[in-house]
């Protein structure tokens, strides 16, 4: 039961900081003055939301584990348990995670328009993920440079899936007065977004051998989740390339037409994002052979 939890609650903190990560670097950086404003508004609904999440879920995190490490639910609440896990590799990062959730929170709603300070809040604790797990698993020069793209990977995945989300809002603002606006943004989430894509599968393909070495994916449980993950991120970046080379090019003389279905495999691609997710919290508790 306790295992479920911190699958659960690892998938709750991914997506929060995922969506958060890729709709503010949307808003901040790719959209023009006009329409930022309106974007930033409406995304600002949903960010306290999933920031609170964050920092609900760091914090379990780390009470769950010392559940796990000590003799199930009771020692989840014991002050003397979470010393222990703050001892580990892990609860030494793992506080630096849940003091930086906390800022993350508290800075979103003292300073709701400070993008750029929410941006590296976001960065900071990205890059912390790439310390703990399958990541860390190795020591010296080896393990940084493991590390390394790992943090990488989470940056690439964290741009293209967490941005989907003000691609869809976008989308519906291109249908109206702020039409040229909007295309311009999606164009260039569209650019960046083939690097951000680069970036999944070169990085993904790197820890994938960093963490298998030389064994089939297909002969341990891990390697068989990875499979499916593959699979998904396919569907995404099919998803991806018909949008913006069959419907994009439509917009202009066939928009009735393209924006619905445009907004349509955009939402598949954040469905099969999210069931994504789902399978790397998954990993956390397996073997990778």
């Not at 989430?189 to 970036?199: K, Q």
Request: proline share 4%.
């Amino acid at each position: 039961m306790l295992a479920s939890l911190y699958i659960g609650l690892r998938f709750m903190h991914f997506l929060s900081l995922m969506l958060v990560f890729g709709s503010t670097l949307f808003t901040a950086k790719l959209s023009p003055a006009p329409i930022q404003r309106i974007l930033t508004r409406r995304m600002n609904r949903l960010l306290p939301l999933l920031l609170t999440v964050n920092a609900v879920s760091a914090i379990a995190i780390f009470a769950v584990q010392g559940g796990m490490m000590g003799n199930g639910w009771p020692d989840t609440l014991r002050p003397a348990i979470w010393l222990a896990v703050a001892q580990t590799q892990f609860g030494q990062i793992w506080q630096w995670q849940i003091l930086l959730a906390i800022v993350t929170l508290t800075a979103s709603l003292l300073k709701p328009r400070a993008q750029g300070l929410l941006l590296l809040l976001i960065i900071a604790q990205l890059l912390l993920q790439a310390a703990v797990g399958h990541a860390a698993m190795r020591e010296g020069m080896p393990g940084w440079l493991q590390r390394l793209n790992h943090a990488l990977h989470l940056l690439c995945a964290a741009s293209w899936f967490g941005g989907l989300l003000p691609v869809i809002v976008c989308t519906r603002l291109a249908q109206g007065r702020w039409r040229a606006e909007a295309i311009i943004t999606l164009m260039r989430f569209s650019r960046y977004g083939h690097v951000a894509v680069a970036g999944v599968i070169l990085t993904g393909a790197i820890n994938t051998f960093l963490i298998q070495g030389a064994v089939w994916p297909w002969q341990s449980e891990y390697g068989r989740l990875l499979i499916a993950k593959v699979a998904l991120v396919g569907v995404m970046l099919i998803a991806a390339v018909v949008n913006r080379y069959v419907l994009v090019p439509r917009f202009r003389t066939h928009g009735h037409q393209a924006y619905p279905l445009f907004i349509r495999l955009t939402q598949a691609e954040v469905i099969s994002g999210v069931a994504v997710l789902a399978l790397v919290s998954l990993f956390a508790t397996l073997e990778p052979y």
